[in-house]
């Protein structure tokens, strides 16, 4: 389950994806398949959360690692190198940034 909090010892990506109401919902189906199939099951994940905007036009991923070499070492795995293939077909773009966490609220 997704905690917030500060410190947090791990690694935190915040994903954009960019795309039309036309792709939305097989962008969000294709995400939820890599995460469930795919992305829960690397060492060293620890949670993730998916949001998509009232127009449809965005998806934002928060996802929680151990350290940023775990995150990057999914990134590199042949299955989702090709998942992220057929998710850029979906998208214009996408973007993930590595964060700290400062504050929680």
């Not at 109401?21 to 959360?49: M, N, R, Y």
């Not at 928060?62 to 998208?91: F, H, T």
Request: net charge negative; with cysteine.
């Amino acid at each position: 389950m997704l905690q917030i909090s500060n410190p947090f010892q791990g690694q935190t990506v915040i994903t954009t994806f960019e795309m039309t109401p036309a792709t939305a919902e097989d962008l969000i189906e294709a995400l939820q398949s890599a995460f469930t199939e795919v992305v829960c099951h690397q060492p060293g994940f620890i949670a993730a959360a998916l949001h998509i905007n009232d127009a449809r036009t965005r998806i934002c991923n928060y996802s929680q690692w151990k350290d940023r070499a775990a995150y990057q070492a999914m990134l590199r795995s042949p299955e989702m190198r090709e998942r992220n293939r057929v998710i850029n077909g979906l998208c214009k773009g996408f973007e993930p940034v590595m964060y700290e966490v400062s504050g929680v609220l």
